[in-house]
């Protein structure tokens, strides 16, 4: 079998999309100048190695990634990739070869993001979850990538690799721009994590998983090469406190319903009622007997200068 990477992440179609800025409510949990999600150990190739599945393998990595937060963690098993990677790829067969509809032939021709995410909402994938939604994130903003990872913890990043790149991965180092370097192609990988401050706006490597390993992009790799951005609402964010401080439902559900046509495939609970100002704490009534006495140092202020006057008069 193979040990060489593969690529296979098709050119974006770029069909409308909802965004991600339109849904994030400007609320960012609390979060570390240095955050990384994916320290998980045991991150599998899971067929990368030998077919162009990249695009199912990111599937396969996020709901590990999701599951493991939410306390439930599941893993998607090899022959949950091969159907996921046949949902564009129908006559693949990891068992044939280049000859025939197996790895290097015409059957395998990588997959394109965002048509798995749409499938993905639309039929769920053959861990029996499905998508509640998807969102595309601007990769060139980066406060809005730092907020997406912080909100959601990953966001699937679509990406072309250099020929440098592969030689930096074998070297265990960091993957860096390199601007003679010609693309050997398109990939697909989960980005979980961001370093601590530094010359970057991103504020360091960013962090991600590919082909059983993690490794970090710089910036400058990330300005020039990420070509496109994702993060999917599954069921176990619903109840996470991150995606519900982060997220507006409301105008993500209005936004599903102006894309797709169809209404939003889950209840969004109401937004909570304001709480009401207190009313104003009246002044405390005035103690009479307090009246009473100010009344009598009046009158009896009146009464020494009434005869400070009359002895001054009697004394001329």
């Not at 849904?23 to 999600?37: K, L, N, R």
């Not at 969004?268 to 009473?292: C, G, K, Y």
């Not at 006495?293 to 009697?314: H, M, P, R, S, Y």
């Amino acid at each position: 079998m193979s040990t060489i990477p593969k690529y296979g992440r098709r050119s974006p179609k770029r069909a409308p999309a909802i965004r991600f800025s339109r849904i994030f409510t400007g609320q960012t949990p609390a979060h570390p100048v240095s955050i990384d999600h994916l320290g998980s150990v045991g991150w599998e190739m899971l067929g990368n190695n030998i077919a162009g599945d990249c695009v199912a393998v990111t599937w396969a990595n996020v709901r590990r990634l999701v599951t493991s937060v939410a306390g439930i963690e599941n893993y998607p098993s090899q022959d949950e990739v091969w159907a996921i990677y046949r949902t564009q790829n129908p006559d693949f067969d990891p068992n044939g070869d280049e000859s025939t509809n197996g790895p290097g032939s015409d059957a395998d021709r990588g997959m394109d993001i965002q048509t798995l995410l749409e499938y993905l909402v639309k039929h769920g994938g053959p861990d029996g979850t499905k998508a509640v939604a998807f969102a595309k994130v601007d990769p060139a903003n980066t406060e809005e990538v730092k907020a997406a990872v912080a909100i959601f913890g990953y966001v699937w990043t679509g990406i072309t690799v250099q020929d440098a790149n592969m030689q930096q991965f074998n070297a265990g180092r960091p993957w860096d721009y390199v601007a003679r370097s010609a693309d050997d192609g398109g990939h697909s990988v989960i980005t979980g994590g961001y370093g601590t401050p530094g010359a970057g706006p991103l504020g360091g490597d960013e962090r991600f998983i590919t082909w059983a390993q993690e490794t970090s992009f710089t910036d400058k790799y990330w300005s020039h090469k990420v070509e496109e951005a994702w993060v999917v609402v599954w069921p176990e964010h619903l109840q996470h406190p991150a995606f519900l401080q982060g997220v507006d439902l409301a105008a993500l559900a209005a936004d599903y319903q102006a894309i797709t046509g169809k209404p939003f495939p889950t209840v969004v609970p109401p937004a909570p009622a304001p709480v009401p100002s207190p009313p104003p704490v009246p002044a405390p009534a005035t103690d009479p007997r307090l009246v009473q006495a100010a009344a009598l140092i009046q009158e009896a202020d009146a009464l020494v200068q009434e005869l400070v006057q009359n002895n001054t008069a009697g004394g001329q």
